[in-house]
């Protein structure tokens, strides 16, 4: 076996249940071999023989729908592959964009910061529904009205190269940690230089409240730095296991209920940064800064913890 074949193998296994992968690795193997040699025996080139037998078998997320007795079709089985790529495409950087824009549209046409954070966050959202809609509703048509959109068909060439069976990479990893290290510098570098200068020009203001070095910032690093410990352990085991996931869950309430907490009760902000700005200093100004801040953090810790099962029963299904 080339790899090829190890390839075609490895993305077939990709989604499909763990404790079927090896008794489906062997018997896919074992098909793609005697094809191959059935090819040969009648003159046929070794290596033209696997990229036919290959091309043959098809896509092989189809081919593992068939394994997991899946049924690929929420609108209908023929664009269904198309439909979700496409969709994965369009949803993983369209809704941030127009959510970006909308935001420094709102930011520049006026003063309230609150709001243009707001205005982001309703232009993300309404664009993700907007594009699942449309785009389901299109290939919904194409499928009920048979028509033909002449897709280029599949092809071995399409097939991912090959990786180690990780699900954590070094590049993900990397990114985390450099993130986590960035973000935990920046809570005393904030406290001697911010973005926001001083009325009179002299210095710059502390984002967050000072009176939190009592205890809430430093139990807050304490809480980034476990993280960054917990990124590495990720990164060695190569896989969310169980201790992880629960060990990640903890550590984000421990960090999101404070921030919550303390948002609700007015405490995070710096009184010399919420005075500096007048529509920061209106209570309704500041309340949509605090709804939008813990709306926030709860929803990416839910986001965190939703994508941590779900790699969690990829592993252990």
């Given amino acids: 076996m080339t790899s090829l074949t190890d390839r075609y193998v490895a993305a077939t296994l990709r989604t499909v249940p ?15 071999e005697d094809m191959i040699d059935g090819r040969a025996a009648g003159g046929e080139d070794t290596t033209a023989a696997e990229r036919e037998v290959l091309t043959e078998l098809g896509d ?16 209908g089985p023929t664009y269904y592959l198309a439909w979700w790529r496409l969709l994965k495409l369009l949803l993983s950087f369209v809704p941030a964009l127009v959510g970006v824009v909308a935001g420094l549209v709102q930011a520049t046409d006026g003063d309230n910061v609150g709001g243009a954070v707001g205005a982001g966050i309703g232009a993300a959202i309404q664009t993700a529904v907007q594009i699942a809609f449309w785009v ?15 897709l280029p068909a599949w092809t071995v060439d399409q097939l991912p190269q090959d990786r180690p069976e990780r699900q954590i990479t070094l590049a993900d990893a990397a990114v985390s940690i450099g993130w986590l290290v960035i973000f935990t510098a920046y809570l005393p570098l904030q406290h001697f230089l911010s973005f926001v ?23 807050l690093m304490v809480v980034l730095i476990a993280t960054v ?3 590495i352990a990720k990164y060695r085991v190569g896989r969310w296991t169980l201790p992880l996931v ?34 920061l200093s209106q209570p309704d100004n500041l309340d949509t800064v605090a709804t939008v801040t813990i709306v926030a953090t709860i929803v990416i810790v839910l986001w965190h913890f939703a994508e941590s099962i779900i790699k969690l029963r990829r592993t252990a299904a």
Avoid: C
């Fill in 246 to 279: 629960v060990t990640s869950a903890v550590l984000d309430l421990a960090f999101a209920i404070p921030v919550i907490f303390l948002m609700q009760n007015d405490r995070l902000l710096s009184p010399e940064l919420v005075a500096r700005f007048d529509w």
């Fill in 136 to 150: 389901t509703l299109v290939f919904a048509v194409l499928e009920r009205t048979n028509t033909k959109l002449d």
């Fill in 197 to 219: 200068p001083a009325r009179a020009g002299d210095g710059h203001l502390p984002i967050l409240n000072p009176a939190l070095w009592s205890f809430w910032l430093p139990f």
């Fill in 18 to 32: 763990a404790a079927r992968r090896e008794e489906i690795a062997a018997e896919l193997r074992g098909s793609i």
């Fill in 60 to 75: 092989p997320a189809q081919l593992a729908a068939r394994y997991a007795d899946r049924r690929l079709q929420l609108i």
């Fill in 229 to 231: 410990g917990l990124e």
